[in-house]
């Protein structure tokens, strides 16, 4: 068993930046890649980056040049938001594949609003 908790989150205005950490406990060696998705109200949840292992990166074309995905050991995981858009508000989820199992956090709310 993973558990991550999220936070960081909160409300910064058009423009403005944030970072997200999440932090795993538990079975971490079982863990290959880590990530971030978001759910806006009234949408599905969307992927929004990945590191893995190697800390190979990958981004969703929406937010690819604004946000970067980092990883500083085996169970810390952060994600920087520059440039923040009001699309972006959203619940910001950390994910940990666990190869057969994947791992959700509680979320933490991101909302970007003048």
């Known amino acids: 068993q993973v558990r991550l908790v999220e936070s960081g989150g909160g409300l910064v205005t058009p423009g403005g930046s944030l970072r997200l950490s999440c932090v795993a406990s538990g079975s971490i060696f079982s863990i290959n890649a880590m990530g971030w998705y978001r759910q806006a109200p009234g949408k599905q949840r969307e992927w929004v980056a990945q590191i893995t292992k190697g800390a190979i990166t990958s981004y969703a074309a929406s937010v690819k040049g604004r946000f970067t995905i980092s990883r500083d050991n085996a169970k810390m995981v952060y994600l920087q938001m520059n440039s923040l858009k009001p699309e972006d508000t959203a619940v910001y989820y950390c994910?940990?594949?666990?190869?057969?199992?994947?791992?959700w956090g509680q979320g933490t709310q991101v909302t970007v609003s003048s």
């Open positions: 994910n940990a594949d666990g190869g057969p199992v994947a791992y």
